[in-house]
């Protein structure tokens, strides 16, 4: 069994009836659907900006410029949109009916020029109040989100032309105004000549000033010496003031409580002149006590011996000689040391009561005679203070006179000085006015006075000093062009994926015959190939002739969709024959893979780390760079390797699809009922 035999074979089969061919058919379409279709939806889509109605609102007042122009900026930018037709404006009353109407979706976005719009255009032309001009613009992600990247694009080219024209028109202000300095400078050249002249009868006048005010010095030197003697006089009458008033202060201070010690003293004595007189009458009543109680014991004992002699118990000799003993005893018995000794103690208190009676009687006068005394002191700390104050006063004045003096006489060496350094500033002054008026004459004719055609030249350049020139090597030449590689790759690989939902990737019947296994994997792969081929074919002529694409090398761009059509087919049949059902599933997450890893819009550098190794080892990111440079007229030299490449990725695909053919030479139970059935 031939490999041309097994493939013919399995194409009878898919196209034994009428439905069979049909399907067949419709799985050629299928790239046509998907690349072919959505080319020409987005071939170009921003030649269509005219269909979005967009929301155009004025408010702009305009200005008066600084040399009384008007400006109405406001009005030209709205007339230059409208006229432009880049999308369909709609003028609208008020910045809050546009932003609802965006809100809405009534308006796709709104672009509201402020009323103060014209008047920051030309506030540049003042220092203080210089604002940027604002344009406002509405936008809602929720009507398209790529819309707000068109609008930017958009508002961007309108600030850079309103830009450019104020900028031009202020560099011509600009330029005049140095024309204004060169008149003013020839001015000021004739000024600065007539201020040297004055200033030369400046220098003669400061020179008879410094004359002057010598003398001046000299005067105020001589009275400073005199009133230097007058302060040393005066400080030493304040130190002498001084002293007095400070003893007086003192004794005053000292004598200030003597009143009141005085009378606490008189009060003291009183008080201990009547203790002193009870302390006597006490002793003499104690006195008297002893005595009687002496008296009457010895009376006692003489009635004793009386009833004692009447009883016949004693004798008239023996009462008698009792008695006597009595009063020898008594008298030099404690009791008489005691009476002698308290009637001694009681003669010396009656002398101390009389003392302290003296001593009261004293302190009362001295008590009255202190506030007098208080009194005399306090007057005269008093006048010693009011001294002092006066010589103080009297110091004071005479520094201050003398401070006075001597900044009189240090004004009158600095005026002194100050002419002298006026009169030699005064004859610098001459020689730098004569130099100022010669240098403003030469700058004069140094600063620009440029004419109308040199003015309007360097406003020109200096509104827009830098111009970009673009050179495209390749380029495509619409939106559609620029999104072809992709999407003609990417439909390739989805109607390949298709082919394995009707076409076995290998027969039963080839996998029972005895012919070799790479036989039956080439013989299964060649009906994958076929109709790939056929939708790349397709593809391509629909694309080139229908669509417009006009690529730079149409030919070799068919023959590289071939090549790339062979890569596929090879890889999607071998997968696909050797997982089986699952194998779909693989396809299906390669095709994910290579969605956001072959750069088909934004370039693959700017995609995650890991996806870059997935761009580096599928095909279709190599597919997408070959096509993009066979269609725009780029460098071929990297079309060589990369059907070298899509050559490489064919022989994986029959590498797989053999030695699938292997594993299915030998049937198993799975074989007869497989878990997932296709």
């Known amino acids: 069994m031939t490999v041309l035999r097994l493939a013919r074979s399995e194409l009878k089969r898919m196209t034994g009836g009428l439905l069979p061919k049909l399907t067949i058919l419709a799985l050629t379409m299928v790239p046509l659907l998907y690349g072919a279709v959505y080319l020409y939806a987005n071939w170009d889509p921003y030649g269509n900006l005219d269909h979005l109605d967009a929301a155009l609102v004025v408010e702009d007042t305009g200005a008066t410029a600084s040399d009384g122009t008007r400006l ?70 929720a009507n398209n989100y790529l819309l707000s990247t068109i609008v ?57 000033l410094q004359e002057g005010t010598s003398s001046l010095s000299a005067g105020a030197d001589d009275l400073y010496a005199g009133q230097l003697k007058l302060r040393d ?19 005053k201070d000292k004598t200030a409580s003597l009143p009141t010690d005085t009378q606490t003293l008189a009060t003291g004595a009183a008080q201990v002149a009547a203790g002193n007189a009870q302390l006597n009458a006490k002793f003499q009543d104690v006195a008297v006590q002893l005595e009687t109680a002496d008296q009457g014991l010895r009376t006692r004992v003489i009635e004793s011996n009386t009833r004692l002699v009447a009883a016949g118990v004693l004798t008239q000799e023996q009462a008698d000689s009792v008695l006597a003993d009595f009063d020898a005893t008594a008298a030099s018995s404690p009791v008489a040391a005691a009476k002698a000794k308290v009637q001694t103690d009681a003669a010396q208190i009656q002398q101390l009561a009389d003392g302290a009676e003296s001593v009261s009687v004293g302190a009362a006068q001295l008590a009255a005679g202190t506030p007098e005394l208080k009194d005399a002191v306090q007057q005269a700390s008093s006048g010693a203070e009011q001294l002092h104050t006066g010589a103080a006063t009297l110091a004071t004045g005479g520094q201050a006179a003398l401070d006075g003096t001597a900044g009189l006489a240090e004004g009158a060496r600095k005026l002194d000085a100050g002419a002298a350094q006026l009169a030699s500033g005064a004859a610098t002054a001459a020689d730098g006015s004569r130099s100022l008026a010669d240098e403003l004459g030469k700058g004069a004719g140094q600063v620009p006075n440029p004419d109308d055609a040199q003015k309007s030249n360097l406003s020109r350049v200096m509104a827009d ?70 939708q790349a074919t397709l593809l391509t002529l629909v694309v080139n002739l229908a669509l417009g694409l006009n690529p730079v090398h149409p030919v070799l761009m068919w023959l590289f969709m071939l090549a790339a059509a062979t890569a596929f087919s090879a890889l999607i049949q071998g997968i696909v024959a050797l997982l089986g059902s699952p194998g779909k599933l693989v396809v299906l997450i390669l095709l994910v893979l290579q969605l956001v890893s072959s750069g088909g819009t934004f370039p693959w550098q700017t995609t995650p780390e890991p996806l870059h190794v997935v761009h580096q080892v599928l095909p279709m990111g190599y597919v997408v760079t070959g096509m993009r440079h066979l269609i725009y007229g780029a460098d071929l030299s990297m079309i060589v390797p990369t059907v070298l490449g899509l050559l490489g990725y064919t022989l994986l695909g029959a590498v797989l699809s053999t030695l699938a053919v292997r594993r299915n030479k030998y049937w198993t139970l799975k074989t007869l009922k497989p878990e997932i059935a296709a």
């Open 72 to 141: 109405a900026a406001g009005t030209k930018v709205a007339d230059s949109l409208v006229e432009g037709n880049v999308f369909h404006w709609v003028p609208v009353a008020s910045t809050e009916e546009a932003d609802q109407g965006v809100s809405d979706g009534e308006y796709a976005f709104a672009l509201k020029i402020p009323k103060d719009f014209s008047a920051n255009l030309v506030s540049p032309g003042s220092f203080d109040s210089a604002s940027q001009a604002m344009l406002n613009v509405t936008t809602n992600d």
């Open 152 to 208: 930017d694009k958009l508002t961007t080219s309108v600030h850079s032309t309103v830009a450019t024209e104020v900028g031009e028109e202020t560099a011509n202000q600009l330029l005049t105004g140095f024309g204004t300095i060169h008149t003013r400078m020839v001015q000021a050249a004739d000024g600065a000549g007539r201020l040297a002249d004055g200033v030369v009868q400046l220098r003669d006048g400061a020179t008879g």
């Open 465 to 534: 000093p830098v111009a970009v020139s673009n050179v495209s090597q390749a380029k495509a030449d619409s939106y559609g062009a620029g999104l072809a590689p992709f999407f003609l790759t990417l439909a390739l690989w989805i109607g390949i994926f298709m082919l394995v939902q009707v076409m076995r990737p290998i027969t039963q019947r080839a996998l029972a015959s005895n012919a070799p296994s790479w036989k039956i994997a080439v013989g299964g792969w060649l009906p994958f190939l076929a109709v790939s081929a056929v």
């Open 233 to 251: 006089g005066a400080n030493q009458l304040t130190d002498g003031a001084g002293q007095l008033s400070s003893g007086l202060s003192v004794l």
